[in-house]
């Protein structure tokens, strides 16, 4: 009886050591991704992570929230925002209340993104960016749950200078010399050799 008592004891000591090497392997290999810049690896082996335990230091669910609300995974990062916000006792994630706030924006949750802000203002995390973008955010937010239609947007056709078959974006007006933006278009040699398979971005003028 007593044999079988030991062995059993291993068992579950043996299972325990390798599933907790396993969650860490996941953990090491989500940082490392995110270290080289690779988020939807990263976020792969935080995913699996997660399947595997779910229950998790409140750090590594603030991690996984900003990696996802960087490659616009609303719904995950909102999940884990709120993880790190209603967990955070020590208010040792205060922003997690303005990036909360954000992803609830992004998934028309308004009215619940002005309370995370409201929150957020509470906290005394003194970041003088994200205390800059507060009164805007609070002042746009409100103004559509009041029911103000801030959504008009006027659409102008830009010449073929601008206007290309390639992808254009970021356009600024400069009122002296014109619209500066940036376009992806093939890499090319000289005047007129293309490599197809090789693309740059790069800042144009229009006059």
């Not at 309370?115 to 559509?144: G, M, V």
């Not at 959504?151 to 356009?171: C, G, M, R």
């Not at 992806?184 to 007129?192: C, D, Y």
Request: include cysteine; aromatic fraction near 16%; charged fraction near 20%.
């Amino acid at each position: 009886m007593r044999y079988k008592l030991l062995l059993i004891l291993f068992f579950v000591f043996e299972i325990g050591r390798v599933f907790a090497q396993s969650s860490s392997s996941f953990l090491d290999m989500a940082m490392y991704w995110e270290r080289k810049g690779n988020l939807n690896s990263a976020v792969y082996f935080y995913d699996e992570l997660f399947k595997e335990n779910p229950i998790q230091p409140i750090g590594v669910y603030e991690r996984y929230a900003a990696l996802t609300l960087r490659i616009y995974a609303y719904a995950q990062s909102e999940t884990y925002y709120r993880k790190v916000c209603l967990s955070d006792s020590s208010h040792v994630y205060p922003q997690a209340f303005f990036y909360w706030a954000m992803t609830l924006k992004n998934l028309s949750k308004y009215a619940e993104a002005i309370e995370a802000l409201q929150k957020y203002q509470q906290t005394t995390d003194q970041d003088a960016i994200l205390r800059s973008r507060l009164p805007i955010e609070l002042a746009f937010l409100t103004r559509i749950c009041s029911g103000v239609d801030s959504s008009h947007v006027e659409i102008e056709k830009l010449p073929s200078q601008i206007n290309t078959s390639y992808s254009e974006f970021n356009a600024i007006e400069d009122n002296d010399k014109g619209i500066f933006f940036t376009t992806l278009r093939p890499l090319s040699i000289g005047n007129s050799r293309f490599l197809d398979d090789y693309y740059v971005s790069q800042i144009y003028m229009s006059p």
